[in-house]
């Protein structure tokens, strides 16, 4: 079973910046994509960010310019840089990972707890 640790959130001023972190553990044959989404209070939950394991990037419109991911693989971590914070921003944030099984090689979606991060004005 695959587990997935975030760490990073936490309160920060507008014009702030916070680096997420999610690394993932467990018996894994090849991680095909690590991404970020986020849910805002009565909102639906929306992509952040992703990248796959060839290194295709997709970005929300809303963080383009100001958040930045990446992956250290020999870690299995996802990490995303958040520049210039904004109230808008505020939203419990989500580590996603599609990864294939050691042994079934069957591919598999899971996601992390969620790490809250609130941006004050």
């Known amino acids: 079973q695959v587990q997935l640790v975030e760490s990073g959130g936490g309160l920060v001023q507008a014009g702030g910046s916070l680096r997420l972190s999610c690394a993932a553990s467990?018996?894994?044959?090849?991680?095909?994509?690590m991404g970020w989404y986020r849910q805002a209070p009565g909102k639906q939950r929306d992509l952040v960010a992703r990248?796959?394991?060839?290194?295709?990037?997709d970005y929300a419109d809303s963080v383009k310019g100001r958040f930045t991911i990446s992956i250290d693989n020999a870690k299995s971590t996802v990490y995303l840089q958040m520049n210039s914070l904004e109230p808008d921003d505020t939203a419990a944030y989500y580590c996603?990972?599609?990864?294939?099984?050691?042994?079934?090689?069957?591919?598999?979606?899971?996601w992390g707890q969620g790490t809250m991060v609130t941006v004050s004005s």
């Open positions: 996603n990972v599609h990864y294939t099984r050691f042994y079934s090689r069957t591919k598999v979606e899971v």
């Open positions: 990248m796959t394991s060839g290194g295709g990037v």
């Open positions: 467990g018996t894994i044959f090849r991680i095909n994509d």
